[in-house]
């Protein structure tokens, strides 16, 4: 288990570290091990990690070659290593082990098809520096959580809810009908949650927030 979060703002204002430290903090629990964090113009990425695939190299946030796109990720994919034999036979460099490493590569390769080749658990963010968007990805059953929100003119994603309000500007508001929901089936369903403002990506899409906003999209159906 791994807590993420990343902040994007569409006309390229830099998250303040402090934001990004607390959304780690709030996390810490899940990522007893190591933390991480990327910021340039746009974008933020903080992470927290519990580790287990290749322990020793598998610090995130993690780039690719050139440093364009750049991920943080929870989960395990379990196929990792034959993509790695394919995406190496064209022609990707890798620097680890880890699982991580593979889905930055498959991003390059296939763009937001990568998901489709995925065999795991995982919820993870992707910013995409040349096409200036943040890809977000939840695995097929939803094993692995993650939450979304605007904070502002900014969108904002995390492991946990509580994660989210270490950003400026998302509300702290209670949805009325996600108690009575919380109270009959102990919990909301995708995409609410209890929070005003707050959802939950659904299990087998996945989301793009560019400077248009933010489109979510289905990838997988059972």
Not at 96 to 119: F, K, P, Q
Request: proline share 6%; charged share 25%; hydrophobic share 45%.
């Amino acid at each position: 288990m791994c807590g993420i979060a990343a902040f994007f703002d569409p006309d390229g204002r830099s998250p303040e570290p402090a934001w990004l430290e607390a959304a780690a903090a709030a996390l810490t629990h899940r990522g007893p091990d190591d933390a991480g964090m990327h910021v340039e113009p746009g974008i933020g990425l903080a992470f927290r990690r519990l580790s287990i695939v290749d322990i020793a190299t598998g610090h995130q946030p993690l780039a690719n070659e050139d440093g364009t796109v750049w991920i943080v990720y929870n989960g395990e994919v379990y196929n990792h290593a034959e993509l790695r034999s394919e995406l190496e036979s064209r022609g990707h460099r890798y620097r680890t082990r880890s699982d991580t490493e593979s889905i930055v590569h498959a991003y390059e390769e296939w763009g937001e098809a990568c998901v489709e080749r995925l065999r795991g658990m995982f919820a993870f963010a992707i910013w995409d520096r040349p096409r200036r968007r943040l890809f977000v990805a939840r695995d097929r059953l939803g094993i692995k959580p993650l939450y979304f929100a605007r904070a502002g003119r900014a969108f904002v994603c995390a492991s946990e809810i509580k994660a989210l309000f270490a950003f400026p500007g998302v509300p702290r508001a209670v949805r009325m009908p996600g108690v009575v929901e919380h109270l009959t089936l102990r919990y909301a369903a995708a995409p609410a949650t209890l929070f005003q403002g707050i959802e939950k990506l659904a299990p087998g899409h996945h989301l793009i927030a560019d400077r248009a906003g933010s489109t979510v999209r289905r990838y997988w159906r059972v």
